[in-house]
Nanobody, 124 residues
Framework: QVQLVESGGGLAQPGGSLRLSCATS????????MSWARQAPGEGLEWVSG????????DYADSVKGRFTITRDNARNTLYLQMNSLKPEDTARYYC?????????????????WGQGTQVTVSS
């Protein structure tokens, strides 16, 4: 069955960095776009970043552009999110999501699986 397992979250200081990973199994990873999303307490789900199936195209929410980098390793079936210059407002639970096709989307109906998430807390 399809599994997505996020890791790498934790506590970081403002200005610090974290790298999230999403290990996947149960499907041909290289055939699907992927995205990262986040949800802060009391807030809705926010799309953060997306990457197409071969990694040639990426996109970012304005709130993270220039600070976060999404990548993927299709040989390892793993998605990554490098987060630099972290801010307290980045505090949230981060989820990876599998798209239904080759490309990513900002529309949640275009995704069919997601993981349990990993908590990121940015605080001094």
């Amino acid at each position: 069955q399809v599994q997505l397992v996020e890791s790498g979250g934790g506590l970081a200081q403002p200005g610090g960095s974290l790298r999230l990973s999403c290990a996947t199994s149960g499907f041909t990873f290289s055939n699907y776009g992927m995205s990262w999303a986040r949800q802060a307490p009391g807030e809705g789900l926010e799309w953060v970043s997306g990457i197409n199936s071969d990694g040639s195209r990426t996109d970012y929410a304005d709130s993270v552009k220039g600070r976060f980098t999404i990548t993927r390793d299709n040989a390892r079936n793993t998605l990554y999110l490098q987060m630099n210059s972290l801010k307290p407002e980045d505090t949230a639970r981060y989820y990876c999501r599998k798209a239904r096709g080759l490309d990513y989307s900002r529309n949640w109906s275009d995704y069919d699986y997601w993981g349990q998430g990993t908590q990121v807390t940015v605080s001094s």
